[in-house]
């Protein structure tokens, strides 16, 4: 009988990738939760083999029901969606709360969701049962100094900290793996990454160290390569997805000699970041992540973290794009304003 694999965001980035992969192994069958099962993205998923279940993070019953039986669950939050939502802004205006924190408790609530859904099947998942995907701790690795980088937080307080405090079974089966910056998040700021000057020539302009080196990932090509990787390593371990990491210096560089253009990079003031943003929440949590990715780092400093690199020594199969790769068939002529 073919083992189930559980994907949380199967219509997203993380998800759709992971889904993708676990459908090229018949040893699995693949389960996709979403909460619309009639939308386009998730017809397409049915018609190529994802058993597509309806879910929804807010809701743990739902959950419990989706993640029976399963062998496998690979787990992420959108901490944006609650960020962004008109409602949800207003919400968080009527409970005196930022934005900013109002996400961060939808976040940690649903994250807390997925982990006592979990918990309520541990028995029928396999020796490294749990695949979350999570980012390093802000709070706790900078010494208190980012207390509101939420969207890093949100997730960590989770994966690993709640599930290691109340489900312990559950945390022996579990490995959290960190996501790099996506290769494709350029159009989420576009004041900040490819910033075109009058002489056609492109800045980028964060707070992050100009040599300090930072992980990228390549989402919707190498989630799914590294998570079906991480499957099949021994339990408990903390990773990094990442496909290069380079600085933001570097990574101009590279963009520079695949596209021809000239690209520079140039570290600004957290101050200046938010300035440039058009929506001055979103401007200050992204300049907490630049800051807090040169000191002590995106991975909050933490050098046991493995890497495909690491998969691959222990003779498991994991291919990644490299960023040279990723930018040589990306299509930058949005950026380029043709
Ligand atoms: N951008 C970056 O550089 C970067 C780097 C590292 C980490 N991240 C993190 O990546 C996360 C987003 O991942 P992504 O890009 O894979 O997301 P995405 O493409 O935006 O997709 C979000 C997925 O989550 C599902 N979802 C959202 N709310 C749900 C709910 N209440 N119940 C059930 N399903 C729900 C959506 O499903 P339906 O809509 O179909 O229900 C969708 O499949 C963020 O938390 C962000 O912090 C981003």
Known sequence: MAKIVVVVGVTGNQGGSV????????QYHVRGLTR??????ARELAD????????????????????????LIFTVTNYWEPFFRPDCRQEAAQLGISCRKYAYDVEYQ??????????????????NGLIASTLSHADKCSNGKFKRL?????????????????????AKKMSCVQTGYFTSSYNLAPQSYFVKQTDDSFVMRFPTSPTKAVPHLAVNEDTGSFVYGVSQMPPGKSYMAESSTCSWTHFMQIWGSVTGKKGTYEQVSSNDMIEAAQDRAFGAELADMFAYSSEPGYDGGDETLLTAADIRKAGIDCPMTTLRQYMETADWSAVFGL
């Open 19 to 26: 889904a993708r992969r676990f459908l090229q192994d018949p």
């Open 36 to 41: 619309h099962p009639t939308s386009d993205m």
């Open 48 to 71: 190529k083999g994802v058993e597509v279940v309806q879910a929804d993070l807010d809701d743990v019953e739902s959950l419990k029901e989706a993640f029976a039986g399963a062998n």
């Open 110 to 127: 649903q994250g807390k969701n997925m982990a006592d859904a979990a918990a309520a099947t541990v028995g029928s998942l396999d020796r």
């Open 150 to 170: 939420y969207h890093f937080d949100g997730k960590a307080d989770v994966f690993p900290h709640y599930v290691e405090e109340k489900h312990p079974e559950l």
